[in-house]
């Protein structure tokens, strides 16, 4: 094969975009905000005593709450270790509940908040422009909220008895320390990638993040590729396994397990695998991945061996 493609399906999942999770203008997500405004606001009237007062709205305890642990008039720090899914909807949802905090987010990578979900759509052509992924930047969060993104920045220990943590800038080298109030730790995860033979080789690639599928695009264009290997068999899998196919390459999606899309009934993922196979991608359920070796045939990236011998 060409290059194969190691769906990260079965890395541990972080919370809920606080943004779409596939590319939408600005009037959606304002739309989609006051709708959840309009929700909250309701049900807080219904929870609301007869007389009136008081409030037994969680959202207002947790603001109440932050509010009174402030210091006289010096506004709490908060930061977040980690962006994307689970960090930044921590910070946005920080920022609503206190509007004077001061919210820093560290952000190992270069993106804080970007249509993951769109990622395979990108590859395959049905999302041209690259930067409608980019759904959110520093500066927008800056200038929207008032949060403090630093992207291409790790967080490298933490003093819980100083409430400070060691912080490295990728770009400039610079190590420094930042004090905090309060610590949320959102540091997602790596794609599962087993000990399997050869798995290291050039063109096997995980998608991740959207420099992942920078180089998935760039190991495509640069080998010219024709054929792909999906690994995996679960959403991201299946959705890699369908966009590869609609750039125009021959594409086998692999699966250990019996059945696709371990999630659904047998009897829908069967549905779901028939159609694939209809639309030209070849699926093999209940055969692993043996090893990745020196392709035979002229290929650029690996022959594939299965544990079934093919």
């Known amino acids: ?164 943590v060691t912080v490295k800038e990728y770009s400039s080298g610079k190590v420094y320390d930042e004090a905090y109030d309060d610590l949320v730790l959102s540091l997602g995860a790596a794609p599962f990638k087993p000990p399997i033979p050869g798995i290291e080789r050039d063109g096997n690639i995980a998608l991740r993040n959207l420099d992942d599928m920078d180089k998935i695009d760039g190991w495509i264009r640069k080998v010219e590729g024709k054929r792909a290997v999906v690994a995996g068999a679960g959403f991201i899998g299946v959705e890699m396994a369908e966009q590869l196919h609609h750039r125009g390459m021959s594409v086998v999606l692999v699966e250990a397990l019996p059945q696709i899309m371990a999630p659904l009934d047998e009897e829908y993922a069967k549905l779901l695998q028939n159609d694939l196979e209809r639309n030209g991608v070849r699926v093999l359920v209940g055969d692993g991945i043996k090893g990745f070796s020196e392709p035979t045939d002229g290929a650029k990236g690996s022959d594939v061996a299965l544990a079934s011998g093919e």
């Open 1 to 164: 094969a060409v290059g194969s493609v190691i769906s990260p399906d079965k890395e541990r999942r972080e919370g809920g975009l606080p943004f779409p999770s596939h590319p939408r203008d600005t009037k959606e997500l304002e739309l989609n905000e006051h709708r959840a405004a309009t929700v909250h606001n309701e049900r807080k009237r219904e929870r609301e005593p007869a007389g009136g007062t008081g409030s037994t709205d969680p959202a207002h305890s947790a603001k109440q709450k932050m509010n009174n642990n402030n210091n006289g008039d010096k506004p709490r720090r908060l930061i977040v270790v980690g962006g994307v899914a689970g960090g930044a909807s921590c910070a946005v949802r920080a920022r609503r509940l206190d509007e004077n905090a001061e919210i820093i987010v560290f952000e190992k990578g270069p993106d804080p908040s970007f249509a993951n979900c769109g990622m395979p759509y990108h590859l395959g052509g049905e999302i041209k422009d690259r930067s409608a992924l980019n759904v959110q930047t520093p500066a927008s969060l800056k200038k929207r909220l008032n949060l403090d993104v630093r992207c291409l920045t790790e967080v490298t220990k933490i003093n819980r008895e100083a409430k400070t």
